[in-house]
């Protein structure tokens, strides 16, 4: 699914089911990092007009989903906090190579490949979560997540030739995979 | 004039009138900065709500503006490309204290004086360019900037007392106005 190389585990969802409030906390902050990242492809690559545009749309979608996460999580009287990230995101960068265009490709890669699997795991809470009104604003935001990796994909080519975006998305896929796999003790998004 | 303490120099404009094409390269970035500085906000103090959403607000109308500097730097046919940023921002930023809530505050203030110096300046391109279009479209970004900046001072009076942040601003503006009277070689919108 959307490049994904491997599905979650169902590990995950029992993991992170008793621990709702916690996992609506960590996406607050994972919608926020989102916004974040776009940010940041923006700045790095500003002389590209349809990158900085894709990026703009993407920051605003992302800080959008931040606040209606945040308000959730108000509505049913959490306490939101600063959190920790999991380990996944840094994971993942570490694959990013140095060297441009390769580091372009990477950096846009990687965010299409997180958007994938949140895309994944809000299909997962849409279809399994007990919690009604969860499943149903998870479902919500499915669709503009399938819309993120999509615009990631196709705006690395832009940096490489269409067969090496596509080899290098397998790789880095798999490597993601093997991380997902891997797992995490604390209940996250991407645990 | 908006907490400013000095007005600015009338070298200035005889500095930019003959750089107008580097002065929109350098504009375009920085509404990506201001861009940039306001999700920083967000991140440090993600907590906290009523600046979440406003500095969400902010983000939004800087990177419109930073899309709207592109399309007349494009459509006048201008080459965009990265440029050193003046030293005014990373000055007033050594002013910026490192203790909470004084750094909270001072983050704000300087974020709210660099609006107020790009309002003035922006009416005085509108008042005085000849360059019409240019100075009509600077026209239209006034009124933005001026409430960027009451919102800035109103959201670090949620940090300090209303007295503290006033004199703080105080302090802070004079130092703005002698970084801007020292001035800089390179012509640029805060040179």
């Not at 960590?26 to 940041?40: L, P, R, S, T, Y």
């Not at 492809?41 to 900085?52: N, P, R």
């Not at 604003?137 to 669709?143: K, N, P, Q, T, V």
């Amino acid at each position: 699914m959307l490049s994904l190389h491997m599905p979650t585990p169902e590990r995950w969802l029992k993991q992170v089911e008793d621990h709702l409030d916690l996992l609506l906390i960590d996406h607050a902050h994972c919608e926020k990092k989102a916004a974040g990242v776009a940010m940041n492809l923006l700045f790095s690559y500003v002389e590209h007009a349809e990158l900085t545009r894709a990026m703009t749309e993407i920051v605003q979608e992302e800080l959008d989903h931040f606040h209606q996460v945040r308000a959730i999580i108000d509505r049913r009287g959490i306490r939101f906090y600063k959190l920790s990230p999991s380990a996944y995101g840094a994971k993942l960068h570490e694959l990013v190579q140095k060297q441009e265009p390769q580091r372009a490709v990477d950096r846009l890669l990687v965010a299409g490949l997180i958007e994938a699997r949140s895309c994944e795991r809000f299909g997962l809470l849409r279809d399994r979560l007990a919690d009604r009104e969860l499943a149903e604003f998870y479902g919500s935001l499915f669709e503009s997540e399938a819309r993120h990796h999509s615009t990631y994909v196709r705006l690395a080519k832009n940096f490489l030739s269409e067969d090496a975006v596509r080899e290098r998305l397998a790789e880095l896929a798999e490597a993601e995979g093997r991380i997902i796999e891997f797992g995490e003790q604390q209940p996250r998004m991407h645990s």
